[in-house]
């Protein structure tokens, strides 16, 4: 039980390292353009709602480990997430209006942050491969930003702009 507790607990550590990431970022953006979103106590209640929302998905995440359903066990924790906070914002509109308090900017760097940082330690998987995947993942990119470009276009085309 009590290495149970001390995941839990590392867990929350590292939830509360990204609330306060958020906030420092947040804080530097504030001071580059002073005109962006204002931290307020409603942005510390936001921040606190996320953090209660992510803990409540990793939760989750960790009892539907035991349920027998296969599809069920593999479902991702952002997956719980984003289920937990659809359901509480839909239950009352306070939580959408304090996370609308933090700026979504702010929000995005942490996470790229961390995923950079997962991703870092597959960099000695990615030099095994051949390099022809490296012109193979060129292309991709190119087919992926013309193929927007167009599909743009056609858009912008179609709505008369």
Do not use: H
């Not at 995923?115 to 597959?122: E, R, T």
């Amino acid at each position: 039980m009590n290495q149970g507790l001390n995941k839990y607990v590392k867990y929350s550590l590292v939830l509360l390292l990204s609330i306060s990431l958020i906030l420092f970022t947040q804080e530097i953006k504030l001071i580059k353009n002073p005109d962006s979103t204002p931290i307020t106590l409603t942005t510390i209640y936001g921040l606190l709602i996320l953090w209660l929302f992510s803990f409540i998905g990793i939760l989750i995440s960790d009892i539907m480990k035991k349920v027998p359903i296969k599809i069920i066990q593999s479902f991702p924790i952002l997956g719980w997430v984003s289920v937990t906070s659809l359901i509480f914002c839909l239950i009352s509109d306070t939580f959408v209006q304090a996370i609308q308090a933090v700026d979504f900017l702010s929000i995005t760097t942490p996470i790229l942050t961390f995923a950079g940082i997962s991703v870092a330690d597959q960099l000695v998987d990615l030099r095994k491969t051949s390099w022809k995947i490296a012109i193979v993942a060129v292309f991709v990119f190119m087919g992926t930003y013309l193929g927007s470009a167009i599909l743009s276009q056609i858009g912008l085309s179609i709505t008369g702009n």
